[in-house]
């Protein structure tokens, strides 16, 4: 059974960074491309970022192109997501998700529990 665990969110400044992580137990972490999700209140969850397996594709939600930037260490299971340039409409609970593929293509078959980051003015 895969288990993904976030950490790293918390309260903000807008203009302030983070850096999320997520922990993956198994063996196989290095075999699929992982992405990370937001979800705020009374919106729908939306896609952040994707990874490829080896770390040479990455893909962002127009959004956060040029702020946030993804990451991953296949020696330590983790997958990062750096976030500079915080802005209010950042605020949302932070999901990292593993893929069904090599890619950071959908379907994700395992999520993590979440963490929120509160980006305030």
């Known amino acids: 059974q895969v288990q993904l665990v976030e950490s790293g969110g918390g309260l903000v400044q807008a203009g302030g960074s983070l850096r999320l992580s997520c922990a993956a137990s198994?063996?196989?972490?290095?075999?699929?491309?992982m992405g990370w999700f937001r979800q705020a209140p009374g919106k729908e969850r939306e896609f952040v970022a994707g990874?490829?397996?080896?770390?040479?594709?990455?893909k962002y939600a127009d959004s956060v192109k040029g702020r946030f930037t993804i990451s991953r260490d296949n020696a330590k299971n983790t997958v990062y997501l750096q976030m500079n340039s915080l802005k209010p409409e950042d605020t949302a609970v932070y999901y990292c998700a593993r893929s069904q593929y090599g890619s950071s293509e959908a379907p994700y078959g395992y999520w993590g529990q979440g963490t929120q980051v509160t980006v305030s003015l």
């Open positions: 198994g063996r196989t972490f290095s075999n699929y491309g």
């Open positions: 990874i490829s397996w080896s770390g040479s594709s990455t």
